[in-house]
């Protein structure tokens, strides 16, 4: 079945479109070429939208060590993204076997199984991932483990309430009767009837990424310096709020906002 988009839903697509390319585009996009965007000019600190200097437009002005703020903005996308797409892929890594076993061979298994998604379930996300960040230490591979190691409960959960259904439809019991393994069973029989739910897991997933790392970096455990992240913008910046300087702070706001926001738009229209 063709599936079609309604108006808001082509934005949202869109939307994420001109940020992965963006992200992948920085190099040629940005002002400052400077390895993250550290290129300090302390006689231009705190520049309006729109000001010019001998360097170029800023467009999003200055911060306030006079760097280019547009270029940290577009730089700390690709933190974003990233963060999204490792969660999201060790997620699957992990919960689709976990899903399966557990949904398939049911009894003891599954008992076991559901028992250790149930405690993971019960502890909030963000203070799991800030005690697991912790364990391993700052930086962004961490990040990475952390966040993508809380959210494959989600995963595996999905997976298991598909692999109980679809385990007693009859091309199972036709593909057990013809010799088939449990491996090519359960992962190339009635795991891609279960795409549509986990593409729409993978897309909660990922807004939940991107809050969390900007939660972690906004306490400042995740992207270290002078890694540019949204996230440190804003708690670097929020308190320029009351200054006539709001937009440091408020561009990397709306950002994360416009972002989880179309990834949730997309994911209630994948649910169709």
């Known amino acids: 079945m063709i599936r079609t988009f309604s108006t808001v839903q082509k934005l949202a697509l869109g939307w994420l479109v001109a940020l992965i390319l963006a992200a992948l585009l920085a190099d040629f996009v940005v002002l400052d070429n400077a390895p993250h965007a550290n290129t300090m000019d302390l006689k ?25 703020h547009f270029s940290r903005v577009v730089l700390g996308s690709r933190i974003s993204l990233s963060v999204g797409f490792i969660a ?114 993978c897309a909660t997933n990922f807004a939940s990424a991107l809050l969390i790392e900007s939660g972690l970096s906004f306490l400042g455990i995740g992207a270290q310096p002078p890694l540019p992240s949204w996230g440190s913008m804003i708690r670097d910046y929020y308190p320029y709020i009351i200054t006539g300087k709001g937009y440091l702070s408020l561009i990397p706001g709306v950002l994360i906002a416009l972002s989880v926001l179309s990834l949730n738009t997309l994911s209630g229209a994948l649910k169709r």
């Not at 520049?47 to 006079?66: E, Y």
């Not at 088939?180 to 279960?194: A, G, Q, R, W």
């Open 44 to 68: 231009h600190t705190l520049l309006s939208p729109g000001s010019k200097t001998v360097n170029g437009l800023h467009l999003f002005g200055t911060d306030k060590f006079g760097r280019d």
């Open 88 to 201: 999201v892929l060790v997620s699957l890594i992990i919960g689709i076997p976990v899903g399966a076993i557990s949904g398939y061979f049911g009894g003891r298994i599954d008992a076991i199984l559901s028992w250790l998604m149930n405690v993971l379930w019960s502890i909030p996300t963000l203070l799991l991932v800030i005690a697991l960040t912790f364990v391993l230490g700052k930086g962004l591979f961490q990040v990475f483990i952390a966040v993508g190691l809380t959210m494959w409960v989600e995963v595996a959960r999905v997976i298991r309430g598909q692999f109980l259904v679809e385990k007693n439809q009859e091309y199972v019991e036709a593909a057990k009767v013809l010799g088939f393994s449990t491996s090519h069973i359960l992962f190339k029989e009635i795991l891609p009837n279960t795409i549509a739910p986990l593409l729409v897991i």
